[in-house]
């Protein structure tokens, strides 16, 4: 690892309050908000001047139930208990110094994701889960349908590492009976590193017990050190490609900053969508509803709002493809 290697984005950072030696500006999440909006445009101008990536591209991976509570709370109103997410990798490339760094995102090796809790919603569908499950390809099979060789991805990042087991993409030091690899994993992709945040790297390896059903920390003990790129907040990767901490579904949850040619895009693993932005202005009725009885929060686009916010909606579907999930209703 390289520390100092990315550029550091300074005003989301201080906005939240953690800057060492810096005043607190916020001290609570309510009024941390009002610096974080600010912020927010200030990284987005940062990421815009800084260029733009040379390719973007966006495969599906895998569909599969999940609880509707999981991707839209209380706004569901079917009486039907599942959604159905599809898990989607990018592939960012740019250019830099004359060669072209290649960053795949949510690369879900889902034929592995074992987890207590995903072992505990499989058990819950009524019919077996291959029924209602669609994969659409491996990682290595996308990449290849891309034209990308493995050895030449350079960076491989999450949003947050929930069921991720990443022993075939980084390979391990020691030995895995689960995968009939009796010295070692061999890694699909040899030459990269995975960015993560502290946050993130601390949690999997010591999960806290409210959390410690979606990882699979002895799948951790045995990946190669050198591989793993811990890094300590918001940081710009390359010309128009950045990572900024989103915590919240968990503490080091990290979101993809792209400019894209339809402006500068976030792909987050917390949106589902792209009404999750703006509810009020969505199509799904159950969501429109319970942001009428909820009322929009202070700030938000509200009624008053919403044929300009359909509007914008209806202009950001083409490039929800850059969502980390995709939500069909049940
Ligand atoms: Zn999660």
Redesign the pocket.
């Known amino acids: 690892m390289t520390p100092g290697r990315f550029t550091r984005l300074a005003p989301l950072e201080e906005a939240r309050g953690h800057v060492v030696g810096g005043a607190p500006i916020g001290t609570s999440p309510g009024s941390a908000l009002p610096a974080l909006r600010t912020a927010a445009v200030e990284v987005r101008e940062l990421v815009r001047a800084s260029g733009a990536p040379s390719g973007v591209a966006t495969r599906d991976l895998v569909t599969q139930p999940h609880p509707t509570v999981y991707g839209l709370f209380r706004a569901a109103r079917s009486p039907a208990p599942w959604l159905w997410l599809t898990d989607r990798m990018l592939v960012v490339c740019w250019q830099d110094g004359g060669r072209t760094r290649t960053l795949v995102w949510g690369p879900s090796d889902h034929e592995l994701d074992d987890t207590p809790a995903m072992r505990r919603m499989r058990d819950r569908l009524p019919v077996p889960s291959r029924f209602v499950r669609t994969v659409h390809g491996t990682v290595l099979g996308q990449l290849r349908a891309l034209g990308i060789d493995p050895r030449d991805v350079d960076h491989v990042v999450f949003d ?1 590492l ?1 069921t991720q087991d990443l022993r075939r993409l980084l390979g391990t030091t020691g030995p895995a009976a689960d995968l009939d690899c009796p010295t070692r994993v061999d890694p699909w992709f040899p030459n990269a590193t995975l960015l993560v945040q502290r946050a993130e790297w601390e949690s999997v390896r010591q999960p806290h017990p409210l959390q410690s059903p ?1 990882y699979r920390p002895e799948s951790y003990v045995d990946l190669p050190e050198e591989r793993i790129d811990v890094l300590d907040g918001d940081r710009l990767l390359g010309p128009g490609v950045a990572l900024v901490c989103t915590p919240g ?2 503490l080091g949850n990290q979101s993809l900053v792209l400019h894209t040619d339809a402006g500068v895009q976030v792909v987050s ?1 917390n949106g589902i969508l792209a009404e999750a932005w703006a509810p009020a202005s969505s199509d799904l009725p159950g969501l429109q509803q319970h942001t009428n009885e909820a009322g929009p929060a202070p700030h938000a686009p509200g009624r008053a709002h919403s044929a300009r916010s359909r509007a914008a909606l209806a202009r950001h579907r083409p490039v929800s493809r850059l969502i980390g999930h995709r939500v069909e209703q049940s």
Do not use: F, V
């Open positions: 947050h929930h979606w579904h968990t693993g």
